[in-house]
């Protein structure tokens, strides 16, 4: 996610009812692009430009975050009238939320994402690779879009089995599960531990799901949409699994399909915009909901209710191993990030660990230890012993980059990770 801080001021006079600058405190996802059609002073936009395309990308009257980093937004009009916009990336993201923006005069309405695709190549914008503060939380649908274009972030998908004696991690030769120039992202296991289930890009633009056999070494595509999914997950039932999906006025919601990429249908229908999810039983969920600020609530699907637990989250959220509580990142200042455990029985927090510096993926073993990686070196953390980050296998010498998300296979033999390319 990208949270955006946007300080307003007129070149040439101030919007009616405002007196110096005017403050917009929204927050938009990272990559979601915008069409700007009238704006203060201005009136009808005729074009955009902006101070610094590797934050803010613009083609025409799209305009569209790709980093940290602060820029000046202007809005051009007729007679050389012009209405600047101070813009702050202040954090930076891994999928799809949403925007809210209103101020006097002031216009704007989501752009198509093929559209968003298109013009952002036109326009000659490059995105530089972001920082895994994400965010989704997953990346906002549009760049989630745009990644699979040329000259973007591409990341993906790979295997590695694990052994473990003696407290040692040992990791086997990684296989790059999908290999190709794209987006590929968000794995999850499936209860047997045969497959893999992720969110890719491919040429149409749209996200969606894919299964791979370990086995085989085979990849099926199971979902084809008109609209976009992501973070699937294999239900409680182990007949269903559920995404996050972005409909076609994008909405993002929890939907569930067949485990065979049918019959979609939705899990809470009042719940939105929600970014993450983690099944704590059959009925019982943690989410992620995109907010100012992002909070993680516990929702039932028989009812609907969803109740906010915490605030200031992460985007990952694990059921720990044996038991019922939730962990989730708690993000309680800039270089101050915990983990901790959540008890939805009783609604009590307990602090677990803070996170490696700049790092927040992380994934539990079926023994309870969670593993966590930092640039390519990846870490271990054992409750059961306490202390501080231990150092589990340097990944770098296997070929493998900067690795954001993370997951264990049920029993524990195999480590499913996203690197860039």
Known sequence: M????????????????AEGPYILPNVMSRGTAWQADAAPVVGTVERWTS??????????TTWHALGRGTATLTAHGAAGSAWSHRVEVVDAGDPPLSLSISAPNYSMSRAPLRILAATLLLAGCTAAPVPSRDAPGPLPAAEEAAVSQPGLPATDVFLLSIERSGGELRLGAPVNATDRAGYDNQPSFTPDGRSVLYTSIREDGQADIYRY??????????????????????????????????EADSTQRLWEFDLGGTHPRLVLSELRPVGYHAWIDANLLALFVLGTPPTLRIADRRTGRADVVAENVGRSIHRIPGGREVSFVHKVADGEWWVRALDPASGR???????????????????????MAQG???????????????????LAPLG???????????????LALVATR
């Open 213 to 246: 056999d370990l086995g085989a070494r085979r990849t099926t595509r199971l979902t084809g949409t008109t609209e976009s999914e992501y973070s699937p997950t294999v239900t409680p039932s182990g007949r269903s699994f559920s995404v996050i999906r972005v």
């Open 2 to 17: 990208i949270v955006v801080a946007l300080a307003l001021w007129a070149r040439g006079g101030s919007p009616p009812g």
């Open 376 to 394: 390519s070196v990846l870490f271990r953390w054992d409750p059961a012993r306490g202390g501080e980050w231990e150092r589990a296998a340097d």
């Open 51 to 60: 101070s610094a395309s590797e934050v803010l990308c613009v083609a025409g």
């Open 400 to 414: 493998i980059g900067a690795v954001t998300r993370l997951a264990v296979s049920p029993r524990g033999d195999r």
């Open 349 to 371: 927090v307990r602090p677990l660990i803070r996170t490696l510096p700049g790092s927040e993926d992380y994934a539990w073993t079926p023994d309870g230890v969670i593993l």
